[in-house]
């Protein structure tokens, strides 16, 4: 053994080779056993990553972390029973350490916390985050009150990338329909004018500059006579329908004025009395 890890044994300093050990998850001084096959690995995200990577999909599984009972200190290379303190050497194997969760961790930077109702660690400060029983997990304190509930929001994947949420170690945002996914996934979106919740297609993002150049741009584009008719639309944000004229730039609701909308009928010159459409064309069976 190394001349400072035997000086780390017999003075028992906490802060021995901290930081100099982990992941590039985490910044640790242990690996844990795996129970569910036995294998040891620096974190639960690196048994995940190896699982997931096996060729046999029978293998593929995940660590439930609150399942971990031992760990290996990674400067003296004890395997132990899971504790803050290395039972051989002394030295502190994650400066935040919590038993619940079996988490390790020397960068204490990130302000970790365990949360009792979500029964998980997570960081950035317990002071600036609350958990909503409702949604069933933590959101930043802006967000008290100031969102739309749904149930069990968080334990889903999210929409763009399909990872779970909940556990995620990506930074997550409600939308104001209510669904939440990824900050990294809604800032793609935005960079690509995808302005839409990919659930229930509800506009997240503030649109009215947009529906006004829209209104100008309708009303400085007259369309040809054979296209001046009505059709029918539902609106994706007010759930409403509507009878309103077509154009190609865009169909307003008449509801809420936004361009959100969807065609759900053919042209009023196009449906017979029964009100099915009558255009004469190839059809399928």
């Known amino acids: ?41 620096p974190c639960r995200h690196c048994h995940n990553e190896f699982t997931s990577s096996l060729s046999n999909l029978k293998d593929h599984h995940e660590l439930v972390r609150h399942d971990v009972k031992r760990v290996v200190c990674s400067v003296c290379d004890t395997e132990q029973e899971a504790a803050q303190v290395c039972s051989k050497c002394g030295v502190n194997m994650g400066e935040y350490f919590c038993g619940t969760c079996k988490f390790y961790d020397d960068q204490t930077e990130k302000e970790q916390f365990h949360c009792e109702e979500c029964g ?23 967000l008290r009150d100031n969102h739309v509930c749904v149930e069990n929001s968080m334990k889903s994947h999210c929409p763009v990338c399909y990872e779970y949420l909940f556990d995620s170690m990506k930074g997550t945002t409600i939308l104001k329909c209510g669904h939440t996914i990824h900050m990294d996934c809604v800032k793609e979106m935005a960079d690509q ?34 296209y001046q008719y009505k059709v029918t639309i539902l609106c994706n944000d007010c759930n409403k329908t509507g009878h309103v004229p077509f154009h190609i730039f865009g169909l307003k609701c008449s509801e809420c004025c936004s361009y959100n909308t969807r065609r759900i009928s053919a042209a009023d010159h196009q449906q017979d009395d029964s009100g099915e459409s009558s255009t004469r064309g190839p059809r399928t069976t």
């Open 120 to 142: 998980i660690c997570r960081v950035g400060g317990r002071e600036n985050f609350f958990h909503c029983p409702k949604c069933g997990s933590c959101y930043v304190m802006s």
């Open 193 to 226: 004018n995808q302005y839409r919740c990919p659930i229930c297609s509800k506009t997240f993002m503030e649109k009215s500059d947009d529906w006004r150049m829209l209104d100008a741009e309708i009303a400085a584009t007259v369309m040809p006579k054979e």
């Open 1 to 41: 053994m190394a001349e400072g890890a035997e000086h780390a044994i017999q003075t028992k300093d906490r802060d021995f080779a901290k930081l100099e050990h982990g992941c590039e998850h985490y910044r640790r001084r242990c690996k844990i056993r795996a129970p569910c096959c036995d294998r040891v690995f």
